[in-house]
Nanobody, 124 residues
Framework: QVQLVESGGGLVQAGGPLRLSCAAS????????MGWFRQAPGKEREFVAA????????YYPDSMKGRFTISRDNAKNTVYLKMYSLKPEDTAVYYC?????????????????WGQGTQVTVSS
């Protein structure tokens, strides 16, 4: 089993940055791709970014490109999501997820390990 714990969420003013962290523990050798998703109230969970184990490959949907950066530190078993120029519509619970296969999946159903989520609220 793999446990994921997110941190770094909170209240931030529009235009500001925020960095989320996700620490993995347990059978971390079994996971390769890690990703971030978010879910706003009343909306479906949305893919934000994914990164390969080597950190050599990343993927973002077009709507996230330019303002979100995913990175990872395998020595610390931690993945990060740096968010810039935040907007009120970025308000959501952000979830970290992990999977064993190497491909950078965008569907939430492709990920088997999930964190509990961290709330990000962007005020206008």
């Amino acid at each position: 089993q793999v446990q994921l714990v997110e941190s770094g969420g909170g209240l931030v003013q529009a235009g500001g940055p925020l960095r989320l962290s996700c620490a993995a523990s347990g059978r971390t050798f079994s996971i390769n791709t890690m990703g971030w998703f978010r879910q706003a109230p009343g909306k479906e969970r949305e893919f934000v970014a994914a990164i390969s184990r080597s950190a050599g490959n990343t993927y973002y949907p077009d709507s996230m490109k330019g303002r979100f950066t995913i990175s990872r530190d395998n020595a610390k078993n931690t993945v990060y999501l740096k968010m810039y120029s935040l907007k009120p519509e970025d308000t959501a619970v952000y979830y970290c997820a992990a999977r064993s296969p190497y491909d950078l999946a965008t569907s939430e159903y492709a990920y088997i390990y999930w964190g509990q989520g961290t709330q990000v609220t962007v005020s206008s």
